[in-house]
């Protein structure tokens, strides 16, 4: 596992997207997961300017969403396709076609799971994954406790990840209660994985993820024992100031 603090923000928004596009050149077919929540979205804004400039190719990379609240159509305002797409899929241009969704609003959510893992499978895995920290520990909605093994599934969440969500559409009430996650087995096994931490509120669980014991308490402490994982913090979520 590789640390890299930067000392703020917009420091590792530059760096996570210098980062990306090494790796897109290196593979410009490469699978890749993407997260949502806040974090990434300076990289993803960083990579959005850059893709003319540095003439990226992204018109053979294959997405995979990250997680999904049960029951969302995926053009409701909620639906984190929805986010994934405005943030990453359309200003990297990434066409409809190399996009693999995890099905929150199908009607056998279990089988939407099922189709993911099938479909992740047919590509050899993620080739490259973008993570954020939960508050908790999370990667995706692999909620506390998650063993390294768990498969692509639906979960309940947790009401810490209820109140974290809450600030992304105004209320407690406005969070579904479950969502489909891709399973920690698929994360893990990534050929190469960047893990995006920022603000002081992540310290603690940021130790706890790369420093302390591996256990399905911190998902992400897992991360310790994947094959190639970077983790990038700025200085207030390593130093908690
Ligand atoms: C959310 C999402 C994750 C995200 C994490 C951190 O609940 N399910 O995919 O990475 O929590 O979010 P943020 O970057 O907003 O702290």
Redesign the pocket.
């Known amino acids: 596992m590789e640390l890299i603090i930067v000392d703020d923000y917009e420091s590792l928004s530059r760096a996570a997207a210098d980062w990306l596009v090494e790796a897109i050149r290196e593979q410009p077919e490469a699978a890749i997961v993407a ?5 990434p979205m300076g990289m993803y804004i960083e990579l959005a300017q850059r893709r003319f400039r540095d003439r990226i190719d992204t018109s053979q990379l294959r997405v995979f969403q ?2 999904a609240y049960l029951g969302l159509a995926p053009d409701d305002p909620r639906a984190l396709f929805r986010w994934t797409r405005r943030s990453f899929i359309q200003p990297l241009g990434i066409t409809q076609a190399n996009v693999v969704r995890l099905a929150g609003d199908a009607p056998d959510p279990w089988e939407a799971c099922r189709a993911y893992d099938a479909a992740a499978r047919e590509v050899g895995g993620f080739d490259i994954s973008i ?4 508050p908790n520990g ?1 990667l ?2 692999n909620e506390p406790p998650s063993p390294p093994d768990a498969p692509t599934r639906v979960v309940d969440l947790t009401p810490e ?1 209820i109140v ?2 809450a600030c992304y559409w105004g209320s407690e009430e406005q969070v579904p209660r479950q969502a489909l996650t891709c399973g920690m087995d698929l994360l893990l096994a990534a050929r190469r994985t960047l893990l995006l931490v920022s603000g002081a509120h992540k310290h603690q669980i940021l130790h706890r993820a790369v420093e302390g014991p591996q256990t399905p308490e911190v998902p992400a402490s897992y991360l310790q024992l994947a094959s190639t994982v970077t983790v990038l913090a700025d200085r207030a979520a390593w130093q908690g100031m």
């Open positions: 997260a949502t929540g806040a974090t990250l997680d993570l954020g920290l939960g999370h995706g909605f990840s974290s969500n």
